[in-house]
Structures are given as structure tokens and as C-alpha cells.
């Protein structure tokens, strides 16, 4: 290291923001698939980080998300290292030992974030445990990344409620998302596959109160069937229907958590119009009965464990 143990530093730089989510809050908003598929636990901003160190010689349970602005540091991973300069970014795996540091002449701005969940390596950029760098990012991608951080930070400042804490997950969802398509061109994928995908998760989000079928989705967007499968089974490990029916339960979620309406209600909002089987669906997809669902917001709300919606 360019500088002294007496020196090194984690945090406490001059206007930083940092933003760390209680352990026993991630342990009491487990109970929900919105927050376990992929939830942020630490997000934060250190500009000028002089003497900036951490070294994890066991590694941490969560990803880590380095953005480089300015300045200049290291970043040392599985036996490799990668220097992060300005508009370069770095997402190290769970798991894996590493350290990074500030370069001692030219202390760098970094945006940060830890995340986890069972998504996680769903994500093509997160395949194969492999840090993901990469220094191309242009001056609009750069700000897109800067923006969706600062959206975090901000919404964490209004505390650690559980629609705060599934709310920024849903951020770094669309993040990651977000660098993934920056970058598909590095990527070997075909780029009509991806705009496909795009076009079929979007007509699914604006009929979720429909019942389709799979010919009539292959149908409105011109493809076969069997062309719509792989499609699907390529950008997301489930078959069409089954990723329409999980976007129609996770919505469902919404409504019994922060609405007062019938479970009836809420199926007949999905298009369900026998409620038994929506609470089936429902079972098989969140892990609990619609009625126990609420039921278990409910009890965590009066506990005071978890805060009311802001």
C-alpha cells in the first residue's frame, strides 16, 4: 500500500453519505419474496477518499457496486487487479476475498452499494462468480448510474420502512438491468432477442388484469411460439406464463400490504375471477397464502418491527 496503516480509513470523509441497513431488520423483512429476490443492505457517496482502505479477507454475503467519478484507486479480486479511474465501474462478487484503495496522490469520488438477494445471479453481467468491469461507459450512463444511487440514498433517508427498503431493491433492479443493456454489445447476445424480451415483459405489465394465453403473446409480437420460449427461458429461467403470473403476484403484493380490499379484490384485479385459485398461485409463488400474507404484515406493523408505508 502507498500509505501507512495509521492512515487507512473506511469511512468518515468530509460530506460522504452512507446509508447501512440494520441486521435485524434484514432478518425481519426475510419473510417477503419482493425483499429476498434482491434487496440493497449499504449504499453510499464518499467524494475526495483520501486514504480510503478496506481490505475483506473473507469476502461479504452481498455484491459490491463501485463507481468511480474522479480520482483514481484499486481494486484488488481474485487474484487480479483493476484500476478504477474516472467513469469506470466494478461490481465484485459475493463471496470472494478482496480489497481496494484510493490511489494516495489522487484520492478517488466513488458510489457504492451492497446487494444480495436471489436474483442476483440471474443477471448476465453476474454470471460465473467474475468480477464485472468495465471502463466504456459514456457521460449519459455515467449520470443514469450516478441518478439511480442518489435515488436510494435519498429514499433511505426517509428510513428503513419495508416500501423504503423493496422500493430501492426494485432501483438496483433496474440498475443492473440498465448496465447490462449499456453494455450487450460486449456481450454475446443477440440484440433482438433483447428488445423481443423487452417488448413482451412490457404488453405483460400493461395487461396484467388479462388472462393471456402463450399463442396470443407469440401472436401480438410475431414470433413463434417456440421462439417465445427460448426467449424467455434466456433473459429470465422461466417459462412465459410462469414469469407473467409471478409479475401479476408480485403486484398483488402491493395491494395487500397498503390497500384494505378483499382478497377477492385483489384476485379480480389480476383477473382472477375464482379466488381459490388465485390463492394457490399465490401460495406457490410468495410462499404464503394471500390471507397469511397480510396477516403476517399485519402482526410485523403492530410489533412496531416494521413502519407503515411514508
Known amino acids: 500500500m502507498p500509505y501507512s496503516d ?13 446509508f447501512v441497513l440494520p441486521k435485524e431488520l434484514v432478518r425481519h423483512y426475510s419473510f417477503s419474496k419482493l425483499f429476498s429476490n434482491l434487496h440493497v443492505t449499504d449504499v453510499g457517496f464518499f467524494p475526495h477518499a483520501d486514504n480510503h482502505y478496506v481490505s475483506r479477507p473473507r469476502g461479504v454475503d452481498q455484491y459490491i457496486l463501485i463507481l468511480c467519478t474522479k480520482g483514481k484507486g484499486m481494486v484488488v479480486c481474485q487474484n487480479r487487479k483493476h484500476q478504477l479511474i474516472a467513469n469506470t465501474l466494478i461490481i465484485i462478487p459475493h463471496g470472494e476475498p478482496h480489497q481496494y484503495y484510493t490511489d494516495e496522490n489522487n484520492p478517488w469520488d466513488i458510489y457504492w452499494a451492497h446487494f444480495a438477494g436471489g436474483l ?11 468480477p464485472y468491469f468495465t471502463d466504456r461507459l459514456t457521460i449519459n450512463e455515467i449520470d443514469n448510474i450516478k441518478g439511480r444511487i442518489w435515488q436510494m440514498i435519498n429514499i433511505f433517508r426517509n428510513g428503513f420502512s419495508f416500501a423504503n427498503v423493496v422500493y430501492v431493491g426494485e432501483i438496483m433492479q433496474l440498475l443492473l438491468t440498465e448496465i447490462f443493456l449499456q453494455n450487450q454489445d460486449r456481450e454475446p447476445v443477440d440484440q433482438l432477442y433483447n428488445q423481443l ?3 413482451a415483459v412490457k404488453f405483460m405489465y400493461d395487461h396484467l388484469e388479462q388472462k393471456l394465453t402463450l399463442n396470443g403473446l407469440a401472436a401480438r409480437l410475431n414470433i413463434s411460439v417456440s421462439y417465445l420460449n427460448r426467449l424467455f427461458k434466456q433473459y429470465s429461467s422461466r417459462t412465459p406464463m410462469a414469469y407473467f403470473t409471478q409479475l401479476k403476484m408480485n403486484q398483488a403484493v402491493w395491494y395487500l400490504q397498503y390497500t384494505d380490499d378483499s382478497i377477492s379484490d385483489v384476485a379480480e384485479r389480476f383477473g382472477y375471477k375464482d379466488v381459490y385459485y388465485f390463492s394457490r398461485m399465490f401460495k406457490q409463488k410468495m410462499g404464503k397464502s394471500p390471507r397469511n400474507y397480510r396477516r403476517n404484515i399485519e402482526e410485523l406493523l403492530r410489533k412496531g418491527k416494521i413502519k407503515p408505508p411514508m
Not at 495509521?6 to 453519505?17: I, L
Not at 442476483?120 to 467474475?130: A, H, R, V
Open 6 to 18: 495509521d492512515k487507512k480509513r473506511r469511512e468518515g470523509f468530509v460530506n460522504e453519505q452512507i
Open 197 to 199: 424480451f423487452c417488448r
Open 120 to 130: 442476483t445471479d440471474e443477471y448476465l453481467i453476474l454470471k460465473n462468480n467474475q
